[in-house]
């Protein structure tokens, strides 16, 4: 394999080099010939190639298989170092598909795949990756915090309003949660697909109608032992942060929303307040807190590492992964204390796949994973700390106040609190610092695996058996002191007005603890007998599985029927057949059975079918079209899929009743001394033993296009009806006396949508390359039966509408003055009330019905739905020479959301004010009948907080997911001490975003007071030895 | 070895097929089920205590009813409190307040639907019977404690709802939708329904009168007769009984008339027979009108001791001890239907109208349970009489102060009692009966309360004023309620609070409503005299016909003996003598006198003044304070959820709304 340079041929020289792919990692294995001549070489293990004899003007062919081969002219060169672009038209030779591989061209279901590669960013959360990256997938990340910003992600949208409309997480084929997939390393991801229709789906059976994600991690290979490490670092900082007002504004806007409301009301902050805070006088006596920057950093810095190791020989080959993570949170600590507050997360994962071939035609594998996570943090919830920064203002308290000098024995932190109250108002500050939660999460998976190869039976017949453990622990400890709260008493005495501090609210003095531990697992086994053979013409394959799986403490709760353990069983099977690689036909089926159900209801069978034609394989398929169009292929599929988590999964054995017959909540107390408690009993869910299967229903008609062999575009049209979606009866009136509703398998829902996959890529010469990808997702929905009540008005009905349609009052402009408010149907019988009633400068509303009054029969379907409809992305890579450079747009369209002004209004309770609400709002000065916020109050106003028009946004956005510039170092200095190919690159993420919605990261939706989403910057090492 | 490999193989394979078909038959035996409650006694008293789960928590902040009506009321910076926003005028169709047809958030517990009480008595009717050790006996009397609470909670929707649908047994949940859709049934039916129920319990079953301590507050025959009377009076009073103006119109889908149009006057005589009779079980029961004992109850208050032994006070601070302990001495003679489950009992719920009407102490170091800011209106106080048993508009001794009535004057010695001696205090704080010295606190007035007596100082910034601008803690009408606080009660902690069950029905509403109903049967008769002079007699005051009949005092000489005059005594009586118990918010909708008292605004002093000539408006008189409103007839009845009326269409909403 490796041509020494010490063996000397007479005629021409010797070229040598190294083929890499994009990244630098080093390709074994390409094959490299000289053309025209027969002289040609292998690369190495390191990627290392040298040929003799060659020829100035002799051209050197470079061809690997999944990539593009380049052909370059040799010229006095005797170093030729290539990069290898992977081929768009083939970028996978082979598909997964469920439970096993088919050979790309043969595939009739619709499935996308995605390079791993493309899932790398610099958070370490894969699921924030998926978003446009991927034809079919919509997605959308709602917060930032470290450990909690898993993205929601549906295939092909929401094509359920049941329970679970998740998809089916398998990594290596074993049912995963969202949790294992985000922190799977994309380092160590051999595939990754989606399995989007019935045909692909089928085999899952009762878990495949919500779609399924594949992965495959990545198998040893035989050779030389290769190491790869990667180092990253970067600095996280929220793509936005709210501007609250400041103290003197404050005030003075609070008088102004005081007077707004009661003209003759006494202001409420005095001038002596408002002027000691204007000139910054004792801050103790005029606080001035700008709560959002006392409590959080601007920034904070993460860290990650991964080596990974794979070689071995004839008898086994191995691949072994570490990585490590380290996250932290923006939450400031206070030095007060010597615990840590903040978020700080280290994250160890492990990984070893060990292939092992037992005799010639028996194969075994074990696989090993492992995931620690050790999580410190806050001991409330991150999120809820940056949300109660809106709930306090600036003026009320100081986070702390100093020790006076009268306190000389009080040991404790004195935290602010409102003076004249019972302690009730919120410290962000405190609510912060009193205390950190300690966890440890472990996942431990081994998975054991045996292939046996029966040609001698039969040519293309093997067996497979698999068996599989799973353990998951969590053990959480939450230690906390309840903080001592202080207020400024004032007094008024003949002396004027006195200030004096006073404990408002006695605290703990020691740290509390509350443990919390569980674990769960899993057992899995499957079976399964394959056959693949080729006669002649005719590509004939079939599959038979047969697997079980139960999973122990998976469900939250305490009664008997949550602990029992979840079983799931089934048999499934496929048989496919190809004609001259032409025409291919491909019959599946699922056959399962849930544990849930009652026994005549158990079992399901999700048949499906497809067919594909490939036009360009034709004979009538000119040559000179081929050079165009190099591919043309069209398939349809149609099948069932079914889905078994119709409820929450604490709701099971819908046969039976749930009750609680010892139900502290429902019991009563008689005696002289109010102490002969009993407890009640409750009915949680009435017996029904007709519940069964949610079924879909699905169509997918794709179409797969290649021109010039660069340009790839995959098509597909699908259309879903959803069946027996589990569903209450709304109409069941309260005079029933039921304590809980009555559902059966009476919803229906259809959706429909296009997804479209492309990618380019192109060589311009040796030293500068193109690679281009745009996907595009679209799928809507609608409601076509559920169990609600029959409506007087229809616009009031969900069946027509959209799963997740919002319904809200049209809002029409805010009431100008009193004539038109009284003049104006009266809105929630509220226009009487001179408190929680309205005035001019609230919103006046349609009277849709036209019956003289707004109220719940004046709500319209507004908006779009709140999961986007449209999700896409494009981007482009390219390199030159050493240098790559990359970006990705991500956008969504089609989504609304809905403010929430329960959350925002300013001064409700004296909460804190968002700097732009108060840069538009109606006031006698400027009654803008169109002003972004309505007449200012201190209290809320019921009238102003219904869902309408008025707070409804557009939830659409566009942004620079991430721009990426690496320098490759191909140094023979390098070289010489081993490292193969190193890689230093520059990565930045969420860099900006354009939509029409401004106070927050839209992507956020109506969260956007929580942790927010993060700008990422990333700088990044790779070395290959 | 290639032959083992295979072995290992193959049986891999078909390890699969061994799997039993039973493998995804997971449910043991012995999960939960309803029928196990119906095995022993034991679990059985679940059954039991789910069924009074539903009784309302009278004595709760949020669940008050005297909240919701002219004579409680609270300032605005308090959230939500329900009754005071429906008095404001929030009530709405689409989230209706307090309603008890469906679950109704009452701002820190759920007040449950009085159908699924309904449901859960059924439920107990049909299955006590089960219960292998329990004797006949005493399934008959759980059994009929069942019935009487399912009429019971017919009767709470009635009076918020008028006509409603009868649920006497529960609908099986596989029943054709048309079934579940119930009708409302006309006033007549709904009351003989509730009558019926409740007279098949007390003959099915009820013990007469529950005398083991442990078992207070569940339901005895006492009880029963007594609801019924209640019940009786409602159905004869204007409201439901020949309500033409309100509801001549008033129909459902089959044309059917909801209320009765014609006026029926047998119906006070069946509410008076039913008061006679619930007297008399009660009475036969040994229960009596309470008054105070010193020798049995020591006095606890030292400052009080002087006046026990002073002839010249003895009376007037024996009929003010008589009142306030009826209310809050446990378990005392004159309660007939205790609250054995009293708020501050009530899991970690400690909302009880008595810390929100409590004081705060300036000196504790916690004001956990005083908050200071559940508090009488300024048309509460003025109903009081004066010290001889008459209207402050109607005694001719009082008249001089009358017509100054919002002067300042140096308090009497006459009032040392109640009142700091020569502070000065608006005319109509003086001179008036025992009861409202017990009930109300007022600036310069004594308070005994926190274990002590204090002289309450209202005025801004002052002691029991309120301190600053921000404080939400303080009182909208600078009065201050006394009635529900016990003066042993210590509000720095909720476990000072001194606990009593709060009366659902005693004994002196009874005398009252026997009163109504013989007027407006017979016309006055020294029956009805009689019963008022009952309730006078402990409240310390002349009887009505010495008092109205003297010339020397009674401006309307002679009133007591015409039915209207009468009429307007008794209910200015049981509006005194049941005021802040949560009784006059029905009392003034079933005499249709809504447009009268729930529509004027709440009055009160002006307590954003430090200054005493600003806090009482320069001797003006009191200050509008908060708005009301009240829509007639709209404003009688709750409004169903419009919710219920789209899965129900039988269902007609109420009229106005």
Known sequence: MWFLPTIFLAQGSLVRGVVVDVEGTPLPGVSVSVKNTTKGSITSIDGKYAITGVNANDTVAFNYVGFDTQEHLVGNQQVLDIIMLESASELEEVTVVAFQKQKKESVIASVSTINPKELKVPQSNLTTALAGKIAGVISYQRSGEPGQDNAEFFIRGVTTFGYGNKPLILIDGLESTTEDLARLEPDNVESFSIMKDATATALYGARGANGVILVTTKVGKRGKMTVSARVETNISTPTKINKFLDGVDYMEMYNTAIRMRHPEYPLYYSKDKIEGTRMGLNPELYPNVDWYHELFKGYVQNYRANVSASGGGDVAQYYLSVSYTNEKGLLKVDPLNNFNNNIDIDRFNVRANIDFNLTKTTKAALKYYALFDRYNGPASDASGIFTSVMNANPVSFPKTYEKPD?????????????????????????????????????????????????????KGLNLRGLVSMNVTSSNQITRRFVPFYYGMIERQTDEGVQHELKLLQEGTESLTNEISNGASSSFYIETAAQYNRTFDKHDVGGLLVFYMREG??????????????????????????????????????????????????????????????????????????????????????????????IAAASDRFFYLSAVNINDGGKGYTWGEMYNQSYNGYSINRYANNSITWEVAQKANYGVELNFFDKLNVQVDYFTEQRNNIYRAFEFIPASMGLTAGLSNNIGKAFSQGVDVASDFSWSVKKDLWFTARANFTYATNVTLANGEPEYKYAYLSRIGQPINQQWGYVAERLFIDEYDRINSPDQFNKRSAEEGGYMPGDIKYVDVNDDGKIDQNDQVPIGYPTVPEIIYGFGLSSGWKNVDLSFFFQGSARSSFFLDPNKIAPFIGERNALEVITKDYWSYENPDPYAFWPRMATYEVPNNSVPSTWWLQDGSFLRLKSVELGYSLKDNFLRRQGIVSARIYFTGNNLFCLSKFKLWDPEMGNNGLGYPTQRVYNIGFQFTF | MKKYVYIIAGLIFSAGFFASCNYLDIVPDKTEDISL???????????????????PNHDGVYANEAMASDELTVNFFQGTIPGRDIMRGQQSADDPIMGYWNDTWMVVRTQESMWKGIYACNVLIDNIDHVYDM???????????????????????????????????????????????????????????????????????????????????????????????????FAASPLFNGNREFYENFTDNKDQHLFNLEYVPEKWLLAAEAAKEAIRFATDNSLKIYEYDTIQNPVKLVEDFKYFRNPRYLNEIQADYNYRFMFYDPWNSETIWGDPYPTLMRSALYFSLQAASMPMNNTATNNEAAWNWAVPTYE???????????????????????????????????????????????????????????????????????????????RFGEKNGRKTMSTKDYSLTGYLLKKPCHPSSDGSNYNRLIVYPWPIIRLGELYLSYAEAMNEYYGPSQEVYDALNTIRSRAG?????????????????????????????????????????????????????????????????????????????????????????????????????????????????????
């Not at chain 1, 043309?632 to 079914?642: A, D, P, Q, S």
């Not at chain 2, 608006?426 to 025992?434: A, C, K, L, S, V």
Request: glycine share 6%; proline share 5%; net charge neutral.
């Open chain 1, 406 to 458: 009268n306190f000389p024995f009080v040991k404790h932190t004195l935290f602010g609190n409102k003076g004249d109250g019972r302690a009730d108002a919120v410290n962000p500050y405190a609510q912060m610092v009193n205390g950190y939660r300690d966890r440890f999460n472990a996942t431990n998976q081994a998975q054991f695996q045996v292939e046996q190869d029966l040609s001698m039976i039969t």
């Open chain 1, 552 to 645: 122990l403490n998976e469900i939250a709760g305490s009664n008997v029927l949550s602990s029992l353990p979840v079983r799931n069983m089934g048999l499934s099977g496929r048989a496919t057949y190809g004609f001259d690689k032409r025409y291919y036909v491909e019959l599946n089926f699922g056959y399962n059975g849930s544990e849930k159900f009652e026994k005549d209801k158990r079992w399901g069978f999700f048949p499906s079918a497809g067919l594909g034609w490939t036009v360009s394989n034709e004979n009538f398929y000119g040559y000179d079209l081929k050079q165009v169009l190099s591919l043309l292929k069209f398939k349809v599929t149609y099948g069932l899929v079914g889905n078994d988590a």
């Open chain 2, 380 to 458: 509460a106080t003025e109903a009081y009489y004066t010290a001889n048993g008459l209207p402050v508009d109607e005694d001719l001794s009082y008249a001089d102060k009358y017509a100054n009535k919002f002067k300042l004057t140096r308090a009497l010695e006459a009032d040392t009692l109640h009142i700091l001696y020569r502070e000065l205090v608006p005319n109509i704080h003086q001179g008036r009966e025992p009861r409202f010295y017990a009930s109300i606190g007022f600036d310069r007035s004594y308070y005994r309360i926190w274990g002590t007596k204090w002289t309450l100082e209202s």
């Open chain 2, 135 to 233: 004797t006949e006996r005493e399934q008959a009397q759980w059994k009929a404690e069942a019935i009487f609470l399912k009429a019971y909670y017919h009767f709470l929707m009635f009076a918020q709802y008028g006509p409603i649908p009868v649920m006497d047994t529960n609908i099986p949940i596989d029943a054709p939708a048309e079934v579940m859709r119930v009708h409302r049934q006309p006033v007549d039916s709904v009351v003989s329904y509730i009558v019926n129920t409740i007279d098949k319990a007390i003959n099915g079953g009820l013990l007469t009168r529950i005398t083991s301590p442990v078992e207070y507050g569940r339901v005895d025959q006492v009880i029963a007769a007594a609801i019924k009377a209640r019940v009786l009076l």
């Open chain 2, 541 to 657: 005051i002349p009887d009505v016909d010495q008092v109205w009949s003297d010339a020397a005092l009674a401006k309307n000489v002679n009133k007591h003996t015409t039915k209207n005059g009468l009429r307007e005594i008794i209910r200015q009586e049981r509006r005194i003598e049941l005021a802040f118990e949560g009784q006059r918010n029905y009392d003034v909708r079933r005499w249709k006198e809504g447009e009268k008292y729930f529509n004027i605004p709440v009055h009160g002093w002006n307590t954003d003044k430090p200054a005493m000539m600003d806090y009482y408006n320069n001797q003006q008189g009191p200050i509008a304070v908060m708005p009301r409103s009240f829509a007639t007839p709209r404003d009688y009845f709750q409004p169903i959820k419009n919710d219920e009326l789209t899965n129900n269409s039988n269902l007609v909403q109420n009229p106005g709304w």
């Open chain 2, 37 to 55: 409650l119906f095995e022993q006694r034991e679990s059985a008293y679940r059954a039991l205590s789910t069924c009074y789960h539903f009784l």
